[in-house]
């Protein structure tokens, strides 16, 4: 990882020399990307039985009108 340190006169000659090979040394290893997608598909994912809020009308919002007409145009939309 890049420090605050000055870097040392090789460290800077091989970056002015390769600058991509200066970057790729930052970049993870495939077992750390690896690692990370794998948490980040299982946190991701959603579960079978969920149920999306507003979906579908309650029978107690049909029952004042006003909200039901409001109700009625979101879920259009």
Known sequence: MPTEAAPSDEELKLFL?????????????????????????VISSHSPDEE????QMEPS???????????KGLMQD
């Open 17 to 41: 020399m390769k600058p991509g090979f200066a970057l790729l040394k930052y970049f993870p290893s495939q077992i750390q990307a690896r690692k990370v997608m794998t948490v980040l598909d």
């Open 52 to 55: 999306y809020i507003g979906e």
């Open 61 to 71: 919002w049909e029952e004042n009108p006003s909200l039901g007409l409001h109700l």
